[in-house]
């Protein structure tokens, strides 16, 4: 695990300083990108590696995305095992799901690392897996009373004041389109689609799932091109992802129409935490979701790096009390090693 500590310049509210030295830990949050999954669909149309290359079906957790999860849990029972306790407990921790089955599963095989059964909760001789509780949420897109549920899929909720804040966005495709002109012409040719431009580049990014679950390619993946500083076609590709993905948080406005739901359920979470005043105080709250929830709570916050979120990779924030009484605040972001 990579472990990168992160100081929150909304976090001022709190009272509190950046880091915590001398303090004791009160509470924990924490939310997490789902493990390596297969593609939604087919990178592109002659892509010979349909849905039977991958065994659980199209947009599944992968194996390697549930051993992420489980040491993404292993790393929280070492780091937090002495302040949550040995075994599970539903009054000490929640956790919040999205509905989508990748997400879900991870929250499966994160539990499984976080808490192996002990002597005491083991239900079946020698099986440490245990049954641990956990929400899912839905969303309706007209409802208002379900409308916080989406601030775990910020990116699906129709908002015709971001789509106001996206527009100018087209003037980028176009000079992604005009920059990468002969690798997009090539492209057109090899791949099946009748034309290769911007949102078709972001498409074929997924051949990167298939370069690293060692599925064989053909020679254009790794093609590299001396007029793009010798950069193979899967770079461009993943530079072109990484453009598209991060244009939708990049700016204030675009990070509190998709993070300010999320952001505001931290923050008040947190306030109530230093001021002793939850309604149901419990020592931790996590939320298993997706690399757009993951960015936008991070643009929110005013820690976002222009960087695509890695699967299993997760934001954490650490609240203390310290001797006297203040508020300290920690916030870390985990990378996974593994691919």
């Keep these: 695990m ?10 001022y509210i709190l009272s509190g300083v950046d880091g915590a030295n001398d303090g004791t830990l009160i509470f924990v949050q924490a939310i997490w990108r789902h493990g390596d999954r297969a593609p939604s669909k087919l990178p592109y149309p002659n892509d010979p590696h349909n849905e039977s290359a ?45 509905s989508s089955d990748r997400a879900v599963v991870s929250a499966q095989a994160m539990l499984r690392g976080f808490f192996p059964a002990n002597q005491q909760s083991m239900w079946l001789q020698g099986e440490l897996w245990q049954p641990i509780p956990f929400s899912s949420m839905t969303s309706d897109q007209d409802d208002p009373v379900s409308r916080k549920c989406w601030m775990l899929r ?3 909720y129709v908002c015709p004041k971001y789509d106001s804040a996206m527009s100018s966005f087209e003037q980028v495709t176009e000079e992604v389109d005009n920059e ?6 090539l492209l057109s040719n090899v791949t099946g689609f009748e034309k290769v431009g911007f949102h078709e580049a972001t498409s074929l990014y997924n051949i990167k799932r298939e370069v690293l679950h060692n599925m064989s390619e053909p020679f254009w993946v790794f093609q590299t091109w001396p007029s793009h500083e010798n950069k193979t076609t899967l770079e461009i590709l993943e530079e072109i992802k990484q453009i598209e993905r991060i244009s939708e948080f990049n700016s204030s406005e675009k990070a509190k129409l998709r993070g300010g739901l999320l952001a505001a359920n931290w923050i008040e979470r947190a306030l109530n ?3 002793d005043v939850q309604k149901k105080p419990k020592k931790m709250m996590l939320f298993s979701a997706h690399d757009g929830t993951v960015l936008s709570l991070m643009y929110a916050m005013k ?37």
């Design 54 to 98: 991958w065994p659980r079906g199209w947009s599944q957790l992968t194996n390697v995305g549930m051993q992420q999860m489980y040491d993404l849990g292993q790393f929280f029972r070492r780091r937090y095992g002495s302040f949550i306790g040995e075994s599970f407990n539903v009054n000490d921790i929640s956790l919040l799901s999205s």
């Design 2 to 11: 990579l472990i990168l500590p992160l100081f929150l310049s909304l976090m």
């Design 154 to 156: 910020p990116t699906d």
């Design 180 to 185: 990468y002109s002969d690798v997009f012409e």
């Design 303 to 339: 820690v976002g790096n222009d960087l695509l979120v890695p699967y299993s990779a997760c934001l954490i924030m650490e609240i203390y009390r310290t001797n006297n009484n203040e508020t300290q605040v920690k916030v870390i972001i985990i990378y996974s090693r593994s691919h």
């Design 273 to 275: 935490v230093s001021k």
